[in-house]
């Protein structure tokens, strides 16, 4: 179905702790998930169409910390679907994991799913904002009960030195015969950040990418974006962006 996608720009969403320190866009349209555990943004940033794909990441030893935030969100969309009337997709833009440790309420959020959804119609969406909880509510039919399919797309890691790069060059791929900008952004919820300046074995993966990108670039050349617990940088360029 196709759905009458909103400019997620004239919502608080761009000041979510994943576009948050991003450059400024005028336009902001959610697409997605055409790769897995991976999202897509349609954006216009000074006048220029672009394509925005998102991957949230943490490690694998601290799934715990995701696995228990997910077991509430999943309490609360289950709630919510047994007062909801029709099918409805609920996609999760980003979540704080950290921030939302003992201050998320389930039954808080359950009753903003039931508020929202008694506003849309079939083929319509809207965003869902609860505390640094962002997602896409969207109808797909009207039905005289109530189901909701709850969406995550959050991979978990081994710390090995070529996983970032595998995981940026496989996104990359995706898109390497764009005809437009395209940024990816790697949001990074470890305690302990898989980008790490002092490994030399990683640096190394990450030139070899650099140096190809640089070399096969035509028009627009990528940025990629990586944000963790150190702040926000530019891999290709290296500029520190918070």
Known sequence: MAFQAINLVATEFPTSNLFNYLPKFEEIYYQGNPIDRVQLFRAVREGQACQLLAVTIIRKDEDFLWESTKDLLVRA????????????????????????????????LTQVLMNTSLKLKAGEQALIKYSSVYGMLQKMVDESWGKVVLKTAVELFNDKPNFLFALVSRILKTVEFAHEPVMVLVNDLSTWPLHDPRNEQQKAF??????????????????????????????FSGTIVH
């Open 206 to 235: 990450l030139d070899g990418l650099i140096a190809r990108q640089a070399k096969n670039a035509i028009g627009f050349p990528p940025e990629v974006y990586i944000q963790d617990q150190n702040g926000v940088r530019e891999l």
């Open 77 to 108: 969309v289950k709630d919510a679907a047994s007062v909801m009337r029709g099918v409805y997709t609920f996609d999760l833009l980003t979540f704080d994991v950290h921030k939302e440790t003992e201050l998320f309420n389930p039954r808080e």
